[in-house]
């Protein structure tokens, strides 16, 4: 793990992120923490456990993007998950321990990648060797006679082999032999039918696919392909080969363990409001909250990799709480969130500032897309000033969609450039107050009209 100070968290959030300073504060100092916490005497740091973050706060106004890049700048095993995918044990739908299971998976990933890296260049003079052989097929060499004019044959034969060997080696790195066809076997994996249905499949702790792949005989078939070609497939062959499946299994669960962060979005929707009464769907969202429980409190759940605890993974909450309130969740969960950050709504400001200042920022990707048909594109500032309060003012009159709203009004806006590029003849255009007025007037100005297509 990097060792990040929180200011320099937040600095690096700040790069994608426009305003939000109370929950980037929040989430630098709980990763931090974590830091903190890794530091400590084994003995005190069983019982330090990770302060868990519930973000407050409508759609669209950074939730979701602060926790994903804040996981991104560690490396560590991120997911998100909607509350509102998992029932209760015994009905139908996800368990909620999938959601661990999930981030193994993503952990296991990341270790995947990390080990590739380290064995890609013993790979590759394997996959080296297997293209010789292939372009060069080694001769059979009887057993040696007791003749000697037979073994100075056998010695000039292996002599001529090796000169040959060395000349096609030479034109392999130099890519002379690229588009030279090679017959190479390729492994076929068997697909078992499927005998179980989606229902409680999540519950099941045993790897049923690995089951079958080790059941059912391997199949593989020859394919021909040029040396380019085959060089990919030897060499995603000779990686997998050197990696070892038990010790990435073990470092994706200490990784998931140690570093983990789970974001459960929706949280929200499976709180149960005094004043609604005892509705039938109240039954399902308590039983969720009951199993989501000693989640975050702290469990052994069983995945395909192995036994893997819970109790210093990161939870990060998330929900608009419209028509409830943290308070509304079960006592004993929100005593496992104790922090808690309001995400405000954003402003006209804070819409050109998401125009303009991040590194990645959504005018940016528009430039680079159409500039690969050679269009131009360049955005005045008062054609963004105007972008930004047709986003605020759409936002306000309808459902108020947060940063999601200025992806519909560029779409809307470039749509006809978008469509006429390949054939357009001035490859150059001007996005002012003017052209945005033209384009977005008449659809802003007819309510009924905005809410469907802005």
């Known amino acids: 793990m990097q060792e990040l100070t929180p200011r320099q968290i937040v600095a690096e959030l700040d790069k994608h992120i426009v305003g939000q300073d109370d929950a980037k504060r929040a989430v630098a100092i709980a990763l931090r923490n974590r830091w903190r916490w890794q530091q400590l005497p084994d003995e005190l740091r069983k019982e330090i456990t990770p302060k868990n973050i519930v973000m407050i706060g409508p759609t669209g106004v950074g939730k979701t993007e602060i926790t994903r890049r804040l996981a991104q700048l560690i490396d560590a095993p991120f997911i998100k998950v909607e509350a509102t995918k998992y029932t209760e044990v015994g009905y139908y739908g996800r368990d909620v321990e999938s959601m661990v299971r ?27 060797e297997r293209l010789l052989d292939l372009l060069v097929p080694r001769p059979e060499w009887e057993p040696s006679r007791t003749d000697s004019t037979e073994e100075a044959k056998e010695d000039d034969s292996q002599e001529r082999y090796e000169r040959t060997r060395d000349k096609f080696r030479k034109m392999l790195k130099n890519g002379d032999l690229e588009d030279k066809d090679v017959e190479i076997s390729i492994d076929q994996k068997s697909s078992p039918v499927q005998v179980f249905s989606n229902m409680g499949m999540d519950q099941m702790d045993v790897d049923l696919q690995g089951m079958f792949e080790r059941i059912m005989p391997q199949q593989s078939k020859n394919r021909k392909l040029t040396v380019a070609e085959a060089r990919k497939v030897l060499l995603e062959q000779e ?21 983990g962060i789970v974001f459960v979005d929706e949280i929200d929707k499976i709180c149960t409001s005094e004043e609604g009464g005892s509705r039938g769907g109240d039954v399902s969202r308590q039983g969720v909250q009951r199993d989501l429980l000693p989640i975050v409190e702290g469990t052994t759940v069983q995945t395909r990799s192995g036994s893997v605890k819970t109790d210093y993974m990161l939870f990060i909450a998330a929900g608009a709480f419209h028509r409830t309130k ?20 954003l402003t006209r400001d804070d819409f050109l500032r998401i125009l303009t200042e991040p590194t990645s920022s959504i005018t940016m990707q528009y430039q680079a897309l159409l500039k690969t048909e050679g269009i131009k594109v360049k955005f005045e500032k008062d054609g963004l000033e105007e972008l930004a309060e047709i986003a605020f003012q759409v936002n306000q009159t309808t459902q108020n969609i947060g940063a ?42 007819d309510e009924d009209l905005s809410k469907f297509i802005l």
Do not use: C, W
């Open 326 to 345: 943290p308070s509304d969740l079960m006592p004993e969960l929100q005593g496992r969130f104790p922090i808690r950050v309001e995400l405000q709504e």
């Open 102 to 128: 999930d981030l193994v998976d993503s952990a296991t990933n990341l270790v995947r990648e990390k080990k590739r890296v380290e064995v890609v260049d013993k790979a590759k003079v394997r996959v080296e």
């Open 239 to 259: 990686v997998e080969g050197l990696m070892d499946k038990d010790a990435i299994a073990e470092e994706a669960i200490e990784l998931a363990e140690r570093s």
């Open 404 to 445: 999601r709203r200025l992806h519909t009004i560029l779409e809307r806006l470039l749509e006809e450039v978008s469509f006429e590029a390949p054939d357009l003849k001035t490859k150059k255009l001007t996005i002012d107050a003017a052209y945005v007025q033209q384009k977005l007037h008449a659809i802003v100005e």
